[in-house]
């Protein structure tokens, strides 16, 4: 699992996880908000919402 940390513009620590499990903004731990619906790194979290544009546009 990567270790990176990344700093969200509110300043909560962002670590990018299998269903953010272990990001400090994913909304579970009440000192820092949830960043999930605004993160640039939702998809490395939750794969499963990846969609096939091919062709849309």
Do not use: A, W
């Not at 619906?37 to 919402?49: A, H, M, T």
């Amino acid at each position: 699992m990567s270790k990176v940390i990344i700093d969200d513009v509110t300043g909560t620590p962002l670590t990018p996880s299998p269903q953010g499990e272990l990001c400090l903004g994913n909304g579970d731990h009440p000192e820092y908000e949830c960043c999930c619906d605004e993160c640039d790194y939702f998809l490395d979290c939750f794969p499963e919402y990846r969609t096939d544009f091919k062709g849309r546009f």
